[in-house]
């Protein structure tokens, strides 16, 4: 596999960082995962925007440009010949000392791995999947904002720990406020009454693409979309309940803290976005 680091395609083994950069040391950094489809690498533009707009906000200055960085992308993918697959872009801070200080390192680095990847089996797309609620809080917007995708995901894997320890694949984490936010890598979406809630971004969610995406291609359809502050209660008693995420996609979930979710299957709604999602990716509509 041929890796794009610091400008330039190298093979995997000689694709390195140093110990001494605060991507590794302190989670300075900020990174992007991409699915590529049929060839074509999904919504790149919107994926860029988002890795850009992370970099502002923790006051990483990128070393190439947006257009230099889709290229480089492209070129990446084509090296590795890439047709269905997953692609990760990590911008760290860069080689600095062992002291927390962003400004004493000079050049942040970028990294383009094109990849494949299966989040979960199969199976769990047809049976949809069990999760809990995590008792580990999502990221206060004072504190990270979760609209940063950074390196620095422990906040998310100490509810994935809580999911796991549980016998479940996913946790649904909670804002301060006790709304909810979001699953530890994917936004949450549940159906009452035949229209679709999605919290709002100010609950503290990633906004996500995919998210974005079926937001539009439910009201496409005639399902009407809306964001809401949702709470615990207001899932435990939902007719249908999915997640949804650029490695995850479109997948639904079936049972909360052990309280069972419409009849225990994916339910039509969801089924019904999962399809569209499919063949909007596909370019079938
Ligand atoms: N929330 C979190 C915390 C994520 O890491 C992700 C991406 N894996 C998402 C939501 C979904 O975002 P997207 O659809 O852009 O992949």
Not at 123 to 134: C, F
Not at 185 to 203: E, L, R, S
Not at 254 to 277: M, N
Request: charged share 25%; with cysteine; proline share 4%.
């Amino acid at each position: 596999m041929k890796v794009w680091i610091n400008n330039k395609l190298v093979d995997e083994s000689d694709a390195k960082i140093s110990v001494f950069d605060h991507g590794l040391l302190y989670g300075d950094g900020v990174f992007e995962g991409i699915r590529v489809y049929d060839g074509n690498v999904f919504e790149l533009e919107a994926h860029i925007r988002r890795l850009y707009k992370s970099a502002k906000v923790i006051r990483l200055e990128m070393s190439i440009t947006k257009e230099e960085l889709i290229k480089a992308v492209e070129e990446t993918v084509k090296a590795n010949e890439v047709i269905n697959g997953y692609i990760r872009l990590i911008a760290t801070r860069g080689i600095g000392t062992l002291g927390l200080n962003p400004l004493i390192c000079k050049n942040s680095s970028l990294i383009i791995i094109a990849d494949s990847i299966q989040l979960y089996p199969e199976e769990l797309y047809e049976k949809g999947m069990k999760v809990i609620s995590a008792t580990t809080v999502r990221s206060h917007p004072l504190s990270l904002p979760p609209q940063v995708k950074s390196l620095n995901y422990l906040n998310n894997i100490m509810a994935k720990i809580e999911a796991l320890d549980s016998n479940v694949p996913e946790a649904i984490m909670y804002n301060t406020q006790g709304f909810v936010a979001e699953a530890t890598g994917d936004n949450v979406f549940m159906v009452k009454n035949g229209v679709v809630y999605t919290p709002p971004i100010q609950a503290g969610t990633l906004e996500g693409i995919t998210r974005n995406i079926v937001i539009r291609l439910a009201k496409e359809e005639g399902i009407p979309a809306a964001e809401s502050n949702l709470t615990r209660f207001d899932l435990y008693v939902c007719d249908e309940l999915f997640l949804t995420g650029t490695a995850a996609e479109v997948i639904g979930v079936i049972e909360i803290d052990g309280r069972v979710i419409g009849d225990g299957k994916p339910g039509a709604i969801t089924r019904k976005l999962r399809k569209k999602f499919f063949d909007y990716v596909h370019g079938r509509n």
